[in-house]
C-alpha cells in the first residue's frame, strides 16, 4: 500500500479502533490517575488532534512530547511517543508529564491504565462526531486551566463551521460519498463527523445506509449506484485513486481533496469544512450549478 494511500487511514485510525457496530458506552471525558495540582506545565499527546487543541489554546509552549503522526511545523522538534495503537510508556515516562491527553483507543487503554497507575494524571476523550469535538475543546481547556481560551476557541469553531455552511451547495441537491481509504474503500457512515460536515455543507450522504461510522463500501455496490460526486481525501496532493480511478463510471464522478483537516477531528475541522464545501459546490452537476446560478430551487 502507498503512503497516499495509507495516511488518511492513519491520521483516522483513533476513529476506525472503534470499528463498526456495536462499541463500548463512552460518558464524556474521563480524569484517570491523581488530580492535577495546578495548571499543567509538561503536557504529552497521543493523537494529532489533541495536539492541535492544546496549540489553538495558545498552550503550545507546555508540550513537552506528541505522536509521530503530529506534523504540525510548531512541534517539529518534539519527541515522539508512539502512535494512537502503540504508544510508548517508557518514552512518556521520560518526560516527566504533569498531564497526558489521550483519545479513547482500545490499541491506548493499558498504557493509559499504567500511565494513571503510576502516578500520571490522565485526560481521556473521544472526538468521532463534532460534538464530541466541542466536548474534546471545553474538556482540555479545564485540564489546562485555560476556560476563558476553550470559550473563545469553541466559539471561533462554531462560527466557522457556520460560515463554511454558507458556502456549500443548494441543500439536498448534491448527493456525495466522502472517501478516507481506497484500498479497501472506507467512507464516512453516519455517526461520524465526516457525515456529519456532508450534511453541513447541504450533501446527501451516500452511504447513510451503512453500518457503522466508517464502513468499509463494496466497490460494486459504488458502482452500481453511484453519486454525484466522490471526494477523495489526500494527504500529499497526489492520492492513488484505486479502483475509483480506473472505472470510468466512477473516475468521471470523483474529485481528489487535499485535506488533512478532514481526517483530524481538531479545530482544524473548520479548515476542512470549508475546503469540503467549496468542493462540492464547485464540483456539483452542471445542471445543479446552473439552476443555483439562476436562483432555482
Known sequence: MTEARLRPLVLLLPLLALGAGAEPKFEGARHLGPPLDGPPQRIVTLAP???????????????VGVSRF???????????????????LEAILALHPDLVLAEKSPGNEAVVRDLARLGVPVLVVRARTLAEVREMIVAVAGALGMEAAGRGLLARFDAGLRA????GPTAGTVRALLVYGVTPLVVAGPGSFG???LSLCGAKNAAASGTGAYPTWPLERLIADPPDLIVVLSMTGTQ??????????????TVPLDATDLARPGPGLVRGARMLC???????????????????P
Do not use: C, K, M
Not at 496549540?55 to 503550545?60: E, H, I, P, Q
Not at 503530529?70 to 510508548?88: I, K, Q, T
Not at 463554511?164 to 458556502?167: D, F, G, V
Not at 492513488?240 to 464522478?253: C, H, N, T, V, Y
Open 70 to 88: 503530529d506534523d504540525f511545523e510548531a512541534v517539529r522538534a518534539l519527541p515522539r511517543v508512539g502512535g494512537y495503537l502503540d504508544p510508548n
Open 278 to 296: 467549496e468542493t462540492l459546490r464547485d464540483h456539483a452537476p452542471a445542471g445543479r450549478r446552473a439552476a443555483e446560478a439562476g436562483g432555482a
Open 240 to 253: 492513488d485513486l484505486g479502483p475509483l480511478g480506473r472505472i470510468e463510471r466512477l473516475r468521471s464522478r
Open 49 to 63: 488532534s489533541l495536539t492541535e487543541t492544546v496549540l489553538a489554546l495558545g498552550a503550545g509552549d507546555r508540550l
Open 164 to 167: 463554511a455552511q454558507r458556502l
Open 195 to 197: 457525515a456529519e460536515l
